[in-house]
Structures are given as structure tokens and as C-alpha cells.
């Protein structure tokens, strides 16, 4: 090596050009090093990412279907319209574009191209059409892809029960919510290559395949619900209730057969109806059940030997003073009845003192084991366990309440497994509501079925109890409900809410529950309308909600019915004969025309005595022509109403009056227009210190001429 010294300057220069240029090679070697060895891994990610999407193959979510297939919730396509703002050139212009394909504002449009992002949505949840008219605008950067969106056909059948799912498919509530990990599935993913502006270049292969949700096949049968909402809107339409609901079940499986409730709602908007209205009160709802809770009563007091049917309860007159200081009142004045007549017409002194007789340990006993406080175990969201407090926490009070259904607070749902078990012979079934889960080719994964409870009671039990249910109907405050050709064991009840601290006394829960048949029963069927207007007896509301389903049931089955069965009430669509004793002539010829009637009067007097055809009898073909029909008028006499309460239906309140007045009963009025429900029932021995409870509804235009005018 040269000495420095010899160097002349243009080789010093030299020299240091060449150090300066070995240093920078040595920098880019190592830069190399570092980015091709200790970066590797790093950039081979990111040129990955650049160069490949990973995209979501969506896995389908099962359907939901009736027992027999009919789908409840299937899937439809819809599309979600995206844009990628940095691969467009010209925003304003595409944007004018994307507004006429999507009928969508035009400015909400170009604010979401606008903005600083690699990817917006444009628009979610598009119809076919409108995607269709996105794809063939062939838009550089825009991009229409399929997606599932959940798809209710029948709207709003049991939409509280199936529930409705979220935006991106998830389960929000009902059995959509409750089995959402079986009905969703396992999303798979597909691997495409993309150009340096983002455009796809090949489709791409499966990495992960997919794997479709479950499908739910429930033990609902979609006739009976459909039988079931269509009675319950016209029910709630009719007296104007806050809400009502319906559950039909099996009693020898725990199978649900129904379950509807009103207000209702449409799942594939549910956005645009109030959440109150999603609620499915049957499962949701707590309240105090009133007399359909004597069932439990009167089965505790019947297993423990402690009452028979014929023992003899003195109801007091209709007020009865506790040792407590309390007053439990009656609906109407009983005297000296039997236990028979205590539940059949639902006295609440009744069965109080048949609580004394049973006692607190076995009350609470009998409570528990019909499932009061307890969740049923139903398999749907958010079921409430009712609130049974523990038997130390009774008071004295306690059986002057519990006995016929206050201070104590259930479900709808646990009063039909409760009226189940006894039509089941005194055992109770797990209620459930989906009967298996299966794969698309039908294969079943995991099927559910009756599962047994417990003996609440024995099987002799279970037949006297329902003897006295048959009773009600035949006899007692639900014979309203009797149906021809089918004996139906049921019970009523119409309970006062509590409200504001306090029990209201014009605001009521009226519920009607039984089964059908009475031998063998098929179904048992619970009615409950909340704070109906006008008329508020559970046998006058829920009553006849009950009889329709239970009728239209029947039919649907093909259950066969008996000819030899006495029913208190004619058949709905079966014309009969009125009643026209104690009317006025211009009285008669009203409910005559009313009645599509021609009369003929015979005798003199005021009212009519009697008549040719016997009241109840079946209307035929030519009973219309003026010989048909004979009035005889007379004075009527008191005699001559045998001391039996007459059929004040269809009557106005004059009409009414005229009717009861040779009986000298003391009248209460409630409401304007003509009777729509009487206490006491038809055929009831009546005297002349009783009072007789009338509602009243629905006025009639024509009354004021032979009335003489509003009462």
C-alpha cells in the first residue's frame, strides 16, 4: 500500500471515494439481509394480503318448522352492496349512478364514497332487483355480494314463540334466540387473488367448507295455531283487551300444540312494533291467578281425605269475617252448599274455610308439587318462576288468600301443566315445544320427548277432580263453554290486578282452563284476557275463546263426540227457539224479527205466558210461517217461573226487568246496551233475596222502539 504521503490529491481522492462506496455496499448488503432474512416473514404477510382475500363462506341457518314440515322461518337471499372509495375515479358520477340503482338519496350515497376508507357500505339487506340493476352497471370498485337474511312466511303466526334474528343473522329472541348454536352453523372461508388495484383475477379455493345450521322441527301444529289466534284476536278485538294469550297442550306428552298471544307482531319487522309486543306472555307473564288456582285447593283437600264432595260448606251469604279481621267476599250470596257446589260456583269463602280444614304444611305441599315457584322448564327464553313465598313467611292471612289464588303469582304456562296433570290421570309432563333437531337430508341429531315430572296426586284423585270440573260446565259458572256432543271439564276465573299498590276494582284478569274431552283428553286449552272491558267474568270472555278452539279442534282431529251428552247451551251455529214469557207484544215482535220469526198471539193480556214452542228448542226448515209460533198472552204469575233465573241474553234492560220482576230479585246493571252475561246462570233456583248481575253491551238502534227508549 502506497504511503499517504506520496499520494497526489486526485488519488487521495480516489481512495476516498472507493472507502465510501465499499461503506455503502456494506449498507446495502445489510439492508438486504435485514429485509430479505430477518423481514421476511413480515413482508411475505403483507404481499399475502395485498395479493389474496380471505372471504367468509356463510354457513345456512336451519329452518323452523310446525310438527308436520310446514316451515315457520326459512332463509332468503338478499344482498349487501359495498364500495371500495379508493379504486373510484370518478365519485360524483358514480354516485349519481348508484343512486337511481338503489333508490337511495344521492348526497347519502357520495358522503359514504368520500370518505377516507378502503371499504363502506353502501347499502345492506337489497332486494334481487336491486342488486341485479348494481351488477350490470359493472362498476369498477362496487360490489353486490349474497347474503342470508331470515325469512318468516306466515308473518305473524307464533311470532312470539319463533322470535326474530338481528341484522347478521343472529338469534334475538324466542327459539331463534334459545337454540341459536344449533340453528346457526359453522362458517367456512374461500381464498381468491386479487390485481394491485383490488380486482379479483381468480375465484379462488375452500380452505374451510362450511356446515349448515340445524333445522328445528316443533311440536306446534300450525291449523290449531292458526285456530288459536284467529279466536284470540276476536276475543281481544271484542272487549277491548290490554292483552290475551292461548296455549293448547297435550296432556299425555307435555306436548305445546298452540301458543299465541295479542298483540302480535310481524318477525320479518319486528324494528316497527313496540318491544312490549315481542313478549311471550305465556312463558314471560307473572300474575295472581284467582279461581283457577282452586284446582290445587280442592286436590290437596280430596288426596288428604279431609273434604268429600257431598260435605256440606256454609258460605255465609256472600261475606265472611275472618279471625284475622279480613272480609273475603263471594260474587253472589251462598248459603249452606256442598263442596261440589263450593268449586263449581267458584266461592271464595268456600274454599277458604276448605283451606282451614286443609292447612298451611299441606297447602304449601300441594303448591310445590303442582310446580308453583318453580320454572317449568320449558325450552324457550326467559321463562318466570311465578312467586311462591316460603311457608315460614305465610301469615295467618295466608289461608284466607292462597286458597283461591291471591297472594300467590304463576304463568300461564304453569296453570295448564297444572290442569294437564290432573287430565292426565294426576301425573304432570315437562311442557316443551321443539320435538327434534335435524340435519337438511333429514337425518335426526337430537331428538326430545315426553318426559314425566311427577305424581301430584293419585289416579282417583285426578277422576273426582275431574268430575267437579265437569260439573262447572254442566252446572256451575262455566256453562257458557259447554260444547254439544263433548264433555269438557274446565274452570273459570276472573282475578282483580294489583295495581299502583293496591287491588283495582274495575281491572281484571278473566281466564277460562280445561280439557277436552273430559274422558281421555286430547288437549287442555288455557284462555287469559286482561282487563276486558264491559263484561270481565272469566266463564262470559275466556269462555267462549275456549269453546271455539276447543270445537274447531275437535272437528280438525276428527275426535268423536258422544250423542247422550247434556250440554247447558245449544250450539253456536244451531238457530233455536228465544224465550218470549213475561215480554210485552212489541217486546216479542222484536226479538221475533231479531230471531228471523213470524208470531201469532192468542188470549188477552199484557205479557206472554206461554208459547207453542218450547224455548231452546232447534229452529227447522218452515218453523217461520205465522202457525208455527203461538203466543198466548195472560198475567204472569209467579208460579209460573217456577223460581228458576230466565235467559236474560240478547235482552234489553227493560226487557230484563220485565223478565225478573215476578221472581222479586234485586237487579244490578253494568254497562249500556242489551245482556251479554247474567249472574246467576240460566236454570238456577233463585228467590227473592237474591241479586242478579247483569252486563250489559253493545247497544242495538232499533231497541228504542219498544223500549221506549234508553235505560
Given amino acids: 500500500m502506497k504511503d499517504l504521503r506520496y499520494l497526489n490529491p486526485i488519488q487521495k481522492r480516489l481512495m476516498v471515494l472507493e472507502a465510501v462506496i465499499l461503506i455503502c455496499c456494506v449498507c446495502v448488503e445489510a439492508r438486504l439481509v435485514y429485509l430479505q432474512v430477518w423481514k421476511h416473514g413480515e413482508f411475505k404477510q403483507m404481499a399475502t394480503h395485498q395479493q389474496y382475500i380471505q372471504k367468509s363462506v356463510e354457513a345456512s341457518r336451519g329452518t323452523i318448522e310446525d310438527r308436520d314440515g310446514s316451515v315457520f322461518a326459512m332463509n332468503i337471499g338478499l344482498f349487501n352492496v359495498d364500495a371500495h372509495p379508493d379504486q373510484l375515479d370518478n365519485k360524483s358520477a358514480d354516485a349519481a349512478i348508484l343512486c337511481r340503482a338503489l333508490g337511495m338519496p344521492y348526497n347519502s350515497i357520495l358522503s359514504k364514497l368520500t370518505q377516507n376508507r378502503q371499504f363502506v357500505w353502501l347499502e345492506r339487506q337489497v332486494p334481487y332487483n336491486y342488486s341485479d340493476q348494481v351488477a350490470a352497471l359493472k362498476l369498477e370498485g362496487v360490489d353486490a355480494i349474497r347474503e342470508q337474511h331470515r325469512f318468516y312466511p306466515d308473518h305473524e303466526m307464533a311470532s312470539q314463540v319463533l322470535g326474530f334474528t338481528g341484522m347478521d343473522n343472529q338469534g334475538l329472541d324466542g327459539l331463534e334466540r334459545y337454540y341459536d348454536r344449533f340453528l346457526t352453523g359453522k362458517n367456512g372461508t374461500i381464498v381468491a387473488e386479487r390485481d394491485a388495484r383490488g380486482r379479483l383475477v381468480s375465484s379462488g379455493d375452500d380452505t374451510g367448507k362450511s356446515k349448515d345450521g340445524l333445522n328445528i322441527r316443533t311440536t306446534i301444529n300450525q291449523t290449531i295455531q292458526h285456530i288459536a289466534q284467529v279466536e284470540l284476536k276476536k276475543a281481544f278485538e271484542h272487549f277491548k283487551c290490554k292483552a290475551a294469550s292461548v296455549v293448547v297442550m297435550n296432556p299425555a306428552t307435555g306436548e305445546i300444540l298452540a301458543m299465541a298471544n295479542y298483540p302480535t307482531f310481524d ?18 307473564d307473572e300474575f295472581e291467578p284467582g279461581s283457577t288456582f282452586k284446582l290445587i285447593t280442592a286436590v290437596g283437600a280430596l288426596e288428604e281425605g279431609v273434604v ?34 263450593v268449586f263449581g260456583y267458584s266461592s271464595n269463602i268456600g274454599m277458604v274455610k276448605v283451606g282451614y280444614k ?13 310446580g308453583f315457584g318453580d320454572p317449568t322448564g320449558i325450552d324457550l327464553p326467559g321463562e318466570a318462576t311465578g312467586k311462591l313465598r316460603p311457608l315460614e313467611q305465610w301469615s295467618g292471612l295466608s289461608l284466607t288468600t292462597i286458597p283461591y289464588g291471591y297472594e300467590i303469582s304463576t304463568t300461564p304456562l304453569q296453570i295448564v301443566d297444572a290442569y294437564a296433570a290432573i287430565a292426565n290421570g ?3 309432563m315437562k311442557p316443551y315445544i321443539v320435538k327434534d333437531l335435524e340435519q337438511a337430508d333429514g337425518h335426526v341429531v337430537k331428538e326430545f320427548g315426553p318426559h314425566k315430572v311427577r305424581r301430584v296426586c293419585s289416579e282417583k284423585t285426578a277422576g273426582r277432580m275431574t268430575e267437579l270440573m265437569k260439573w262447572v260446565v254442566q252446572h256451575g259458572t262455566g256453562t257458557m263453554v259447554a260444547l254439544p256432543n263433548y264433555e269438557i271439564a274446565g274452570k273459570t276465573g276472573t282475578a282483580y290486578k294489583f295495581e299502583k299498590g293496591r287491588y283495582s276494582s274495575n281491572s281484571y284478569v278473566s281466564s277460562f282452563v280445561g280439557f277436552v274431552p273430559a274422558e281421555k283428553p286430547k288437549v287442555v286449552i288455557y284462555v287469559s284476557l286482561d282487563d276486558p272491558r264491559g263484561i270481565y267474568w272469566g266463564g262470559y270472555t275466556a269462555g267462549p275463546v275456549f269453546k271455539e278452539v276447543a270445537r274447531r279442534v275437535m272437528a280438525y282431529d276428527l275426535v268423536p263426540g258422544t250423542n247422550d251428552v247434556q250440554t247447558a247451551q245449544a250450539p253456536k251455529d244451531q238457530r233455536t227457539v228465544p224465550s218470549f214469557e213475561g215480554l210485552t207484544p212489541a217486546q216479542s215482535q222484536w226479538l221475533a224479527v231479531a230471531s228471523g220469526l213470524n208470531l201469532k198471539f192468542t188470549g188477552r193480556g199484557e205479557r206472554v205466558v206461554a208459547q207453542s214452542a218450547a224455548a231452546g228448542a232447534p229452529l227447522m226448515a218452515g218453523d217461520q210461517n205465522p202457525d208455527n209460533l203461538v203466543l198466548t198472552l195472560g198475567k204472569p204469575e209467579i208460579s209460573q217461573a217456577g223460581g228458576l233465573m230466565p235467559n236474560l241474553q240478547g235482552k234489553t234492560k227493560r226487557q230484563a226487568l220485565a223478565l225478573l220482576a215476578p221472581l222479586g230479585l234485586k237487579v244490578n246493571f253494568r254497562g249500556e246496551g242489551v245482556v251479554r252475561a247474567q249472574y246467576p246462570p240460566v236454570g238456577r233456583s233463585v228467590n227473592s233475596n237474591m241479586t242478579c248481575e247483569l252486563n250489559c253491551d253493545v247497544p242495538l238502534a232499533d231497541v228504542a222502539k219498544f223500549d221506549g227508549g234508553k235505560s
Fill in 358 to 370: 286443609l292447612g298451611q304444611e299441606n297447602l304449601y305441599k300441594y303448591c310445590k308439587r303442582f
Fill in 267 to 284: 318477525p320479518n319487522s319486528f324494528s316497527q312494533y313496540p318491544a312490549e309486543v315481542w313478549k311471550n306472555r305465556v312463558v314471560n
Fill in 308 to 341: 268429600n264432595e257431598d260435605d256440606k260448606f256454609f258460605c255465609e251469604n256472600g261475606a265472611f269475617k275472618t279471625n284475622y279481621g279480613r272480609t273475603v267476599r263471594d260474587h253472589e250470596k251462598l248459603g249452606l252448599i256442598t263442596f261440589r257446589e
Fill in 426 to 428: 294426576g301425573v304432570m
